[in-house]
């Protein structure tokens, strides 16, 4: 039940910093900076450990940018993404199949 | 007794929508994260009477932004018998965050499970009891847009403030470890997973989807804005369409100007009172109400933007622009509302975290000129600038702008503090603007809008014309006596003499200003009759008395508005020495350079 906190196939995913992702790449998110557990908004909006997460896309001067996280898009800067970890999964050998495009999470 | 009935929940999730249908009231809505910012309260008669209170959106009650502690120092401190938690159903598993906390303070707690209709039209579905049995909570489904399941909900809600409740259940708050905020969202996760089902088409772009593609695309997306931004203010102000009918209305009262006069002359009145109601009230609030179709316009345009989500996104898209003067996209939406009314643009700045970022924005809000410094702007450019009166009133728009962007600029580097750097913002989902909510809201500003007319222009008028007609020994004027508003203003004209006005009606229109924009023009009208106010001004001193006026301190709403805002008194009184200096430095520069050349 707990899908987005279970982390399968392993030796193909990797630990990238948020900021580093590409639009369409997904992953779960592995750890945040301290400084950002204390920003209470980013935390209250679920950006917890655990959360699985697909990058959508930049803004069109290359920054903010706006990722999907439990069912909505959020928009932060490169700079407080970059003090978020996460696990990258590759599009094929996750366990959960999303859309490259709207990064939407289908369930099978 | 009557039972208080609180109503909490995510922003955005559609709180202050259901507490219209509820009270039958009309608060503002829109759809954008942060437009409720105070609370308010209506009253319920049947089947109970209670008093609703509509809070503020809050995403956590760990939260520190001003808005959200509103709300939790309601919950919290003032106990309110039944606390309506509405879930915005489409985005359930992070509003259930909130549920989770709210259930843990021990309030009695109800669930509205809003936007079910839209959740349906997806083709997902959500198991209702599983939901209601999984949070043991009560849970109604409904549509706050539509009406549907609101009458179950009030029912539900009459039943629960009825039954006895033991306030000792109520746990005191304390602050989330974030050890705890991770659990709460993981059980959030799970019972999101089991009670909704998401159709296998969702794999497909949702038209959302697809206008979102095109809206913030790496090329069109400005251009599409400015695209957007023109629209808007060619539609408003061309003469084919506002400009036509507003000419059309202004030639109307001018006509019953006319009509009244002679009527009233022939039955016998007196000259005074037949100038107190021509010279004063019709010319004065008649000159406003010609304006009202232009403003319907703006404004149904303004409430289109809100109401689609399109408003987030111009705050995602130009946050790269505004970090170079050391604010955050989020400023920018304020300062679109700006066009419309200054007063819930400034309040709309309270979403923004961070307190510097804040009060910066409150302080540039008003440099965008609100549709009430519309008639003044038309007045003064289509008597000075007949061919180019287009042109300086655009040109007035950009000035506005980039005095606000500048403004921003140099208190950032001059004023102590380091900018915020953060910019963590919901973008709703793009909904197609509900009729029904848009014409309220445009009848809203109709009936504001006119109902400003007749109040507070009318008293500023009938005032203006009184002082101009009677003297300190409160005697008619006939001959030359000095008014009383000529010995007041005469006593300030030498201030303005460097920007080209400085004669006692400019000064007198200023100052009526300050009460509403909409009186500088009905000002003017009563103090220079008929042809007087085309040789009053020369092209130059109009123009410098545009800039002055674009820019000058804001109306007492306004400043009031920001005094909430600001919540200090340097920064108010700060920020109206800044306005009404910049104001004067600029007049001065417009004349005295425009006098090298003219």
């Known amino acids: 039940m707990k899908e987005t906190s279970v982390i399968e196939t392993p030796g193909v995913d990797d630990i990238v910093r948020l900021d580093e992702m590409r639009p369409g790449e997904a992953g779960v998110i592995v750890d945040i900076d301290m400084s950002l557990k204390r920003n209470s908004r980013l935390v209250a909006m679920g950006v917890v450990p655990g959360t699985w997460i697909v990058v959508r896309k930049f803004a069109p001067l290359g920054d903010p940018m706006e990722i999907r996280l439990r069912n909505y898009q959020l928009s932060l800067r490169k700079s407080t993404a970059s003090r978020v970890l996460v696990k990258r999964t590759r599009n094929n050998d996750s366990n959960q199949s999303y859309n490259k495009e709207n990064g939407m999470i289908g369930r099978p | ?598």
């Not at chain 2, 939260?63 to 401190?77: G, H, L, T």
């Not at chain 2, 009460?515 to 040789?535: F, R, W, Y």
């Open chain 2, 1 to 598: 007794m009557t039972k208080t009935i609180a109503l909490a929940g995510n922003p955005n999730s559609g709180k202050t929508t259901l507490f219209n249908r509820l009270t039958g009231t009309r608060q503002v809505t829109g759809n954008w994260p942060g437009v409720t910012v105070e609370k308010k309260t209506g009253d319920i008669s049947s089947p109970l009477p209670m008093c609703l209170v509509d809070l503020p959106g809050l995403y956590s009650i760990a939260s520190f932004a001003a808005e959200e502690v509103v709300a939790r120092d309601f919950i919290m401190n003032d106990r309110p018998d039944v606390v309506v938690n509405i879930i915005d159903a489409t985005n359930l598993e992070r509003n259930l965050y909130l549920t989770l906390q709210l259930r843990k303070l021990g309030c009695r707690l109800i669930v509205a499970l809003n936007m079910m209709d839209e959740l349906l039209s997806h083709g997902d579905t959500l198991d209702v009891d599983r939901l209601s049995a999984l949070l043991e909570l009560p849970v109604v489904p409904i549509s706050a847009r539509s009406g549907e399941g609101v009458d179950t909900l009030l029912q539900r809600v009459a039943e629960l403030a009825a039954e006895p409740f033991d306030e000792s259940s109520l746990i005191a708050w304390q602050k989330e470890t974030p050890e705890e905020t991770q659990r709460l969202y993981d059980l959030a996760t799970d019972i999101h997973a089991a009670v909704l089902v998401h159709s296998h088409s969702r794999g497909a772009l949702s038209l959302s989807d697809r206008i979102d593609r095109l809206l913030t695309h790496r090329v069109l997306a400005f251009p599409l804005f400015l695209l957007l931004m023109f629209v808007i203010f060619y539609l408003t102000f061309s003469e084919k369409i506002g400009g036509f009918l507003g000419e059309w209305f202004s030639e109307r009262v001018a006509d019953l100007g006319a009509l009244v006069a002679q009527g009233l002359t022939s039955i016998g009145t007196a000259p005074w009172l037949t100038s107190l109601i021509v010279d004063g009230a019709i010319a004065g609030v008649g000159g406003i109400l010609a304006f009202l179709p232009q403003i319907i316009i703006l404004f149904f345009f303004l409430t289109i933007l809100e109401d689609s989500g399109y408003l987030a996104r111009t705050a995602f898209i130009t946050d790269r622009l505004f970090r170079e003067i050391g604010l955050t996209g989020h400023s920018f939406i304020p300062m679109i509302l700006g066009f419309g009314c200054t007063v819930p643009a400034i309040m709309a700045a309270r979403g923004i975290e961070n307190e510097r970022d804040r009060r910066l924005t409150v302080l540039i809000t008003p440099f965008m000129s609100c549709s009430a410094r519309m008639p003044i702007y038309a007045l003064l450019s289509q008597l000075f600038f007949s061919r180019h009166a287009g042109l300086i009133v655009f040109g007035l728009y950009v000035f506005g702008i980039l005095v606000a962007l500048l403004s921003a600029f140099i208190l950032n580097k001059v004023l102590p503090g380091q900018a915020d750097h953060d910019f963590v913002l919901e973008l709703p989902p793009y909904r197609v603007p509900y009729t029904k909510s848009l014409l309220l809201h445009i009848w809203d500003k109709i009936s504001d809008f006119v109902r400003r007319a007749g109040t507070i222009i009318f008293l500023m008028s009938i005032i203006i014309w009184f002082l101009n007609n009677f003297t300190f020994s409160l005697t008619y004027i006939r001959g030359d006596e000095p008014s009383i508003l000529y010995t007041l203003s005469q006593a300030l004209t030498f201030l303005f003499v460097p920007l080209g006005f400085g004669r006692w009606q400019a000064v007198s229109a200023l100052f009526s200003g300050l009460i509403a924009k909409e009186s500088l023009v009905s000002s003017l009208n009563i103090l220079l009759p008929g042809e007087q106010l085309a040789t009053f001004f020369s092209p130059l001193s109009a123009a410098s008395f545009l800039v002055f006026v674009l820019l000058y301190t804001p109306c007492v709403a306004a400043i009031a508005a920001t005094a909430r805002e600001m919540r200090s008194r340097t920064w108010t009184v700060g920020a109206i020495f800044w306005q009404t200096g910049l104001a004067y430095i600029m007049g001065l520069l417009v004349y005295q350079i425009g006098s090298l050349f003219v």
